[in-house]
C-alpha cells in the first residue's frame, strides 16, 4: 500500500501517483442511522441512503467549462501528471508537473501567466504540488525535492519560503496554524528501501500532534538486473498504486479535516486544531476489479509511468513486458475519494466507469447518507474533484491519457 509513495521519491520523484478506484453498491434493507454518541461521534449508515422525509437528495451537474487542448497553443496543452485549484474569483491554477510549472486562467478557461519555471532558485521547483491559498490569499507550493514551501502572490511574484523536513506529501496549512500532511520518514534496513509514511496534524515546527494513520514499508530490491528481473521490480512498484487503498486528507473551507483510509467505508472529521470529532461509516459491498478497470489502469497510469521513469527509452516491448507482471487486487477499495461542498455536505466517489459515468454517494453535515447519484463526470481516479464558488471541478483524462480541466454547474434535487 505504501510503494506508490516510495515511488514518488525513489523513481523521478512521481509526486502526482493516484489514488486506487473503490465502490459501494446499492441493496440492503432502508434502516435509520445508528448514531453512537461516545467520546467520538460515530454516524453508521446502511447500504442505501436514509435521509429524512422529502430530503433525498442528487446532484445534477453540468459542464460548462473545459480547458486543455491535444495540440495547438502550448499554454493550453497539459502534460501526463496534471492537478488544478480555484481561487474565490473563479481563476483557475494548473500545475503541470512534467514542466514544473503553475498555468493561470481566467474564469472563462483564457491563460493569464505561468508561475515558476524549473530549477533550484527561490521560486523555481524540482517537483511542485497543486497550488493553495493561505489566510493571506497568497499562493503556496510544496516542493518534495527541494523540501520547501514557496509562496507568490497572485500576480505570480515569488514572495517567500519555509523549509521543511523530510518529505511532506499533499500538504496543507491549517486554518489556525499547523500543517496537515503525510510525512515520509525513511528508516534503516538492509536494503536502504524502508519507510515509515504519517499522516496527521503537525505544529507550526512540523512536530506531529495528531495522528490519522501510521504504515511501514520496506520493499524489496530487483531480484537481479536482467530485463525480466527489472521489468517485475517495475511492475512491482505499480502493483502497489493499482486499486489500492491509500490514505487521503482534504481540508473543508473553514479549516474542518477530513481523512479517509478506504481499506473500510470509513472517513474521519478533526477540528481545524487536530482534534478528532466523528467518524462517518457506510456499509457497502465491494465491486470486483475487471479487465476494463485494468485496460484504463494501463493506458492513464501505468505506461506514463513507465515512459517517464525509463527516460523515454523504453521499447514497447519492454513497456508489454512491464505491464503483464502488474498483479492487480481482487477488489476496488470502499471508495475512491471525496470532496466537501461548501454547505457541508460530503461527497464521496464510490465507482468510476471509464468512458460511462460516475457514482457518487452524498452525506449531509451531520453525517447522514442522504442519497446517491450518476454524473458523467469521470474524475482522474477521484483525487481531482472539488467544489467552490457554487460550482464543481474535475480533472479528467480522456481514453487516450490527455488530461482537461473542467467547471461544472450544480443543480441539487429530491428525487
Keep these: 500500500m505504501l510503494i506508490r509513495r516510495i515511488a514518488r521519491?525513489?523513481?523521478?520523484?512521481?509526486?502526482?501517483?493516484?489514488?486506487?478506484?473503490?465502490?459501494?453498491?446499492?441493496?440492503?434493507?432502508?434502516v435509520p442511522p445508528n448514531i453512537q454518541k461516545a467520546e467520538v461521534e460515530v454516524i453508521s449508515n446502511p447500504k442505501t441512503p436514509v435521509p429524512p422525509a422529502g430530503q433525498r437528495k442528487r446532484l445534477i451537474l453540468k459542464e460548462e467549462l473545459s480547458i486543455g487542448q491535444k495540440e495547438g497553443d502550448e499554454n493550453y496543452m497539459f502534460g501526463s501528471e496534471v492537478i488544478f485549484n480555484t481561487d474565490e474569483e473563479g481563476n483557475f491554477y494548473v500545475t503541470d508537473w512534467d514542466r514544473k510549472r503553475i498555468l493561470k486562467y481566467d474564469p472563462v478557461g483564457n491563460y493569464l501567466l505561468t508561475i515558476g519555471r524549473q530549477g533550484q532558485g527561490p521560486g523555481e521547483f524540482q517537483n511542485l504540488s497543486v497550488a493553495r491559498f493561505d489566510k493571506e490569499g497568497n499562493i503556496?507550493?510544496?516542493?518534495?525535492?527541494?523540501q520547501r514551501i514557496s509562496f507568490?502572490?497572485?500576480?505570480?511574484?515569488?514572495?517567500?519560503q519555509i523549509l521543511i523536513p523530510d518529505v511532506f506529501e499533499d500538504l496543507y496549512i491549517g486554518t489556525k496554524g499547523g500543517y496537515v500532511s503525510s510525512r515520509t520518514i525513511p528508516l534503516e534496513s538492509a536494503t536502504g528501501m524502508a519507510f515509515k509514511i504519517v499522516d496527521g496534524f503537525y505544529n507550526d515546527k512540523f512536530e506531529l500532534m495528531t495522528e490519522f494513520n501510521s504504515q511501514v514499508s520496506a520493499p524489496k530490491s530487483p531480484s537481479g538486473r536482467d530485463s525480466t528481473a527489472m521489468a517485475k521490480f517495475t511492475a512491482g512498484i505499480l502493483s502497489g498504486i493499482a486499486f489500492r487503498p491509500t490514505p487521503m486528507h482534504s481540508l473543508a473551507a473553514d479549516g474542518t479535516i477530513y481523512f479517509g483510509f478506504p481499506e473500510d467505508y470509513s472517513i474521519a472529521v478533526f477540528s481545524p486544531e487536530g482534534?478528532?470529532?466523528k467518524t462517518i461509516r457506510r456499509n457497502y459491498e465491494p465491486i470486483k476489479v475487471n479487465d476494463r478497470d485494468k485496460e484504463y489502469f494501463?493506458?492513464?497510469?501505468?505506461?506514463?509511468?513507465?515512459?517517464?521513469?525509463?527516460?523515454?527509452?523504453?521499447?514497447?516491448?519492454?513497456?508489454?513486458?512491464?505491464?503483464?507482471?502488474?498483479?492487480?487486487?481482487?477488489?476496488?477499495?470502499?471508495y475512491q475519494g471525496f470532496a466537501v461542498m461548501e454547505n457541508g455536505w460530503l461527497v464521496v466517489l464510490v465507482e468510476f466507469v471509464a468512458g460511462e459515468y460516475s457514482l457518487f454517494d452524498i452525506f449531509d453535515e451531520n453525517g447522514r447518507y442522504i442519497g446517491q447519484f450518476k454524473a458523467d463526470l469521470p474524475a482522474d481516479y477521484g483525487r481531482f474533484f472539488f467544489f467552490k464558488n457554487g460550482k464543481a471541478y474535475a480533472l479528467v483524462t480522456d481514453e487516450e491519457g490527455y488530461k482537461?480541466?473542467?467547471?461544472?454547474?450544480?443543480?441539487?434535487e429530491d428525487y
Design 9 to 30: 521519491i525513489f523513481v523521478s520523484s512521481l509526486a502526482l501517483l493516484l489514488l486506487g478506484l473503490g465502490q459501494a453498491f446499492l441493496g440492503a434493507l432502508a
Design 140 to 146: 503556496y507550493v510544496t516542493d518534495l525535492v527541494s
Design 152 to 160: 507568490f502572490n497572485r500576480r505570480g511574484n515569488f514572495l517567500r
Design 275 to 277: 482534534r478528532k470529532m
Design 298 to 334: 494501463a493506458v492513464t497510469r501505468a505506461k506514463p509511468f513507465v515512459t517517464r521513469t525509463g527516460g523515454g527509452r523504453r521499447s514497447e516491448n519492454e513497456i508489454r513486458d512491464i505491464l503483464k507482471f502488474i498483479e492487480y487486487p481482487a477488489n476496488k477499495p470502499a
Design 404 to 412: 482537461f480541466v473542467k467547471r461544472y454547474s450544480i443543480k441539487a
